[in-house]
């Protein structure tokens, strides 16, 4: 039932996507699943890597070099001040600039993880994937979008160093607590993300579901902690990634380069 093939046409139809009409003999693409068609045109996804798919950590990675050029050109501190205050205040705002610097080079890296994961997935065709994707009339920007099997993932990359761990409380009744901190309102921002994408899948898509999550890359966790979901955002590691998205559904090749494709066009490259 959730085979997507390409097949000659036994009669006239339309394409779901560009609304095209398709007479009877064209190779198409047919989905069980919901009994429609897709042209050959709308499924040609962009490459696996490369500039069509987009650089995972990308504008991270060239927001933490823009930093650390401010860094490097920080203006001296006040006249008014004497000898030793203008040094500590120099010393206090570089020291400052380089912890953010810092900051958007770890998130980068832990971008640029998840991408080459994702991307050896889409090598073996197990997910098609779209990276570093600005978000129209927004400053915001996706880390990563994932078609797989079982619907669309809309995925933010997090690499921090204190552990994590999941907590009573919260609306949802668990709470995620990173360092000892609570930190339950990362989740915000990805359904934020999904909503974006539900709304760009428009009605020529209305039937897949997308889902958010959060990946911790490289981050410590409490003994036995599991992903799990919190307010509708799975909260995963990088080495259960590829378990998550390699799961079963009606989404097949080429159906989910239809929807790549489809969505590279509305998130174009953040850089």
């Not at 085979?3 to 009669?11: Q, T």
């Not at 987009?54 to 008014?80: D, F, I, N, V």
């Not at 953010?100 to 073996?124: K, Q, T, Y």
Request: aromatic share 4%.
């Amino acid at each position: 039932m959730g085979d997507s093939k390409v097949r000659r046409l036994a009669h006239d139809d339309t394409c779901r996507v560009c609304r095209a009409q398709l007479p009877v003999g064209t190779r198409a693409v047919w989905n069980g699943a919901w009994s429609t068609v897709v042209c050959i045109p709308c499924t040609e996804a962009p490459p696996a890597a490369g500039a069509a798919s987009g650089r995972g950590g990308r504008s991270a990675r060239e927001e933490g070099r823009r930093r650390r050029a401010l860094q490097a050109a920080s203006r001296p501190a006040g006249r008014w001040r004497t000898p030793l205050l203008r040094r500590i205040e120099r010393l206090l705002r570089r020291a400052h600039e380089a912890r953010d610097a810092a900051s958007w080079e770890n998130g980068a890296a832990g971008e640029e993880r998840v991408a080459a994961i994702l991307d050896a997935m889409a090598r073996e065709q197990v997910v098609a994937a779209l990276h570093d994707r600005a978000i129209p009339r927004s400053r915001a920007n996706i880390d990563h979008i994932v078609v797989a099997a079982a619907g669309v993932w809309v995925l933010d990359a997090r690499a921090y160093l204190g552990r994590i761990d999941l907590a009573p409380g919260g609306e949802d009744g668990v709470r995620l607590v990173i360092g000892g901190r609570d930190r339950t309102r990362l989740t915000d921002g990805v359904r934020k993300q999904a909503d974006h994408v539900r709304r760009a899948l428009g009605p020529a898509y209305r039937e897949v579901p997308v889902r958010g999550a959060l990946c911790f890359v490289g981050a410590r966790r409490a003994r036995g902690l599991k992903p799990q979901e919190i307010d509708d955002v799975l909260v995963t590691w990088d080495r259960e990634l590829a378990r998550t998205l390699s799961g079963p559904g009606p989404h097949a090749e080429p159906w989910r380069a239809s929807i790549a494709n489809h969505l590279a066009r509305r998130f174009p490259p953040a850089v």
